[in-house]
C-alpha cells in the first residue's frame, strides 16, 4: 500500500476489503489462485481485464499495473478537456 500511497493512486480492493468504484481493481483470492481485475460502472468485472495467478506477488504486481494504467487513462482524458493554452 505504500507505493499506492506514494504514486496518489487510487486504493484496491484487496481480498474484499475496500470500496468498490468505476475502473478499481479488484485482486480476489480463491484456494490457492488469485485473480485479479477491473470493474465497471456497475462494480461487474470487466472481462477483458480478468487474470488469474498461482503466485500472489505476480498477482499484486497486477494490480498495480492496471492502477498505474487507471491513472494514466485519466490524466489523459483529463488533458483533453483542459482549455487550449494561448501564448498571447
Known amino acids: 500500500m505504500q507505493i499506492v500511497r506514494e504514486e496518489g493512486l487510487d486504493t484496491p480492493v484487496l481480498y474484499g476489503a475496500g470500496r468498490l ?14 485473480t485479479v481485475f477491473l ?15 498461482d503466485d500472489e506477488a505476480e498477482a499484486l504486481e497486477r494490480v498495480l499495473l492496471k492502477l498505474r494504467q487507471v491513472a494514466k487513462a485519466r490524466r489523459s ?7 487550449p493554452r494561448s501564448d498571447a
Do not use: K, Q
Not at 468504484?21 to 488469485?34: F, I, K, P, S
Not at 460502472?41 to 495467478?53: A, D, G, K, Q, V
Open 21 to 34: 468504484h468505476d475502473d478499481a481493481a479488484v485482486l480476489e483470492r480463491d484456494g490457492d489462485r488469485y
Open 39 to 53: 470493474v465497471d460502472e456497475r462494480h461487474n468485472p470487466i472481462r477483458s481485464t480478468i487474470r488469474t495467478y
Open 77 to 83: 482524458m483529463a488533458a483533453l478537456s483542459e482549455p
